[in-house]
């Protein structure tokens, strides 16, 4: 099933063997120059939204130019995460602005 939508994994009996199994997913790409990569790169624009600790406001005022179009804060809330999809093109009321 993993395999399907292009996701490995593995299993390490030993704990020291663990770490050189471990392949980083984004070496050294924080998840705000992810964003900016991502719109910069995706035609027609894409929806991109941010998980994180930080709360909405805390993001927009360390990095005002924010390239999010929507924020999800940790712990993920199942009806924070819906109430955004159901705005997807397609599937709600807004699409993202070019």
């Keep these: 099933m993993l395999a399907k939508v292009n996701l490995r994994w593995g299993s390490a009996l030993i704990g020291l063997i663990a770490p050189p199994k471990k392949k980083p997913l984004a070496p050294a790409l924080g998840g705000i120059e992810a964003g900016q990569r991502l719109r910069l790169l995706s035609i ?3 929806w991109i939204v941010s998980l994180s600790a930080y709360t909405e406001g805390d ?40």
């Design 44 to 46: 027609p624009p894409s």
């Design 59 to 98: 993001l927009k005022l360390r990095f005002p130019e924010l390239c999010f179009d929507g924020f999800l804060n940790k712990p993920l809330e199942s009806e924070r995460l819906l109430f955004l999809l159901r705005r997807l093109p397609g599937l709600g009321t807004e699409a993202p602005e070019a």
